[in-house]
C-alpha cells in the first residue's frame, strides 16, 4: 500500500472520503455526508459607489456576442484528452471522475483543480476533465485558467495566450474577448489566463472576479478551474471562495506526504469533491486486464 493512500485512509472521519477515481486506476469511496447547520443571517454589505456602477454595468451588458473558434495543437504523444483510439483506459477513468462530479450530492458546477505542490499534474487533470465533461452532449464546459502566476494550459493546447482572464481583470478587454470555442469539441470553450500586468492576488480580490464567476455560471454548466497549488499564494484561497467544489490532484511518486494532508485539511469540507490519483500504474486496487474486454476498445489493453 503506497504511503500516500495510508495517509488518506488516516483521514477518516475527519474530512471526506474519496469520491474520485485514479487516472489510471478506479478506486474511490462515497463522500460523507456534511451535517448543515443553521447560520444565522448576516447583514448584507453596504457595496461603495465603484462596485454598485460596476455591477449595475455587468447587468446590463450581458456577454451576447460570438466568440472565437479555434483548434488545438497538441503533441501527438502528450497525456491530454486521451479519449481516441489507443487511450481506452485513460480515457475511461476520466469519465469515471466525470460521473462522480455530474452525480455529487451537491451538484459543483464551478469546480477548482489544485494541489498540495507543483508538479502533480493538476492542469493536464483540469483539461482532462473539462473535455471529458465537454463529451456529454448539451453540456457547455468552459476550462479557464487561473493559476495567473504559472499559466500552461495555451501552451499544452496550442492556443493564443492573450487575451485572458488577467486582461479582463485589468479592465482591457470584455468576456466575449477572451472565451474561446474548441474546433475538436464543440462544447468545451478556453479561457487563458492572459497576462498579469498587476499582483494577480490583487486581481482576484476585486469585483471584476466576482462578476466574471457569476458571468460563467451564467454561460456554462460546468466550469473548471486550474488554480495555484494550495496554501503556496493567497490566489488559490480567493478562486475557491467563488466556487462549489475543489478536486485535490496527488501524485504518488511525488505529492508530499505532509503537504497532502495539510491540503486536504484546509479544504472546506462541504466543498471537497474528491482526491484524484495521478500516474497510478499497477497498484493494489487495480482491476486486472479482464475487466478490459468490457470497454469500448477492447482490443487496447
Not at 460523507?32 to 455587468?58: C, G, L, R, T, Y
Request: one cysteine or more; glycine letters at 6%.
Amino acid at each position: 500500500m503506497s504511503k500516500i493512500f495510508e495517509a488518506l485512509k488516516k483521514t477518516e472521519g475527519e474530512m471526506a472520503e474519496l469520491a474520485l477515481p485514479a487516472v489510471t486506476g478506479d478506486a474511490y469511496d462515497a463522500p460523507q455526508q456534511v451535517e448543515s447547520k443553521p447560520v444565522p443571517p448576516e447583514p448584507s454589505p453596504v457595496p461603495n459607489d465603484e462596485e454598485e456602477a460596476f455591477a449595475e454595468q455587468e447587468t446590463q451588458a450581458p456577454v451576447t456576442g460570438p466568440v472565437r473558434t479555434l483548434p488545438l495543437h497538441i503533441a501527438g504523444d502528450a497525456p491530454i484528452l486521451p479519449f481516441q483510439a489507443g487511450h481506452s483506459r485513460e480515457g475511461e477513468q476520466y469519465r469515471i471522475a466525470r460521473t462522480k462530479i455530474i452525480h455529487h450530492p451537491a451538484q459543483p458546477r464551478l469546480v477548482v483543480v489544485s494541489s498540495a505542490g507543483s508538479g502533480d499534474g493538476k492542469t493536464v487533470s483540469a483539461i482532462n476533465l473539462a473535455g471529458a465533461l465537454a463529451l456529454k452532449s448539451g453540456s457547455q464546459v468552459l476550462l479557464v485558467d487561473a493559476d495567473l502566476r504559472r499559466s500552461s494550459i495555451a501552451g499544452l493546447l496550442g492556443i493564443p495566450e492573450q487575451p485572458g482572464l488577467a486582461d479582463y481583470l485589468q479592465g482591457q478587454c470584455s468576456v466575449d474577448d477572451i472565451v474561446i470555442r474548441v474546433e475538436q469539441f464543440p462544447n468545451l470553450c478556453v479561457v487563458p489566463a492572459g497576462k498579469a500586468h498587476a499582483n494577480p492576488t490583487e486581481l482576484l480580490d476585486s469585483v471584476r472576479w466576482t462578476a466574471v464567476c457569476r458571468e460563467f455560471r451564467r454561460l456554462c454548466k460546468f466550469v473548471i478551474f486550474d488554480a495555484p497549488p494550495m496554501d503556496l499564494v493567497a490566489d488559490y484561497d480567493l478562486i475557491v471562495e467563488q466556487c462549489d467544489g475543489v478536486v485535490m490532484v496527488v501524485r504518488q511518486d511525488r505529492t508530499n506526504r505532509q503537504q497532502c494532508l495539510q491540503g486536504l485539511a484546509s479544504i472546506p469540507k462541504d466543498k471537497l469533491i474528491g482526491v484524484l490519483m495521478n500516474c497510478v500504474t499497477d497498484w493494489f486496487l487495480w482491476k486486472s486486464k479482464g475487466y478490459y474486454p468490457y470497454s469500448a476498445a477492447a482490443t487496447d489493453r
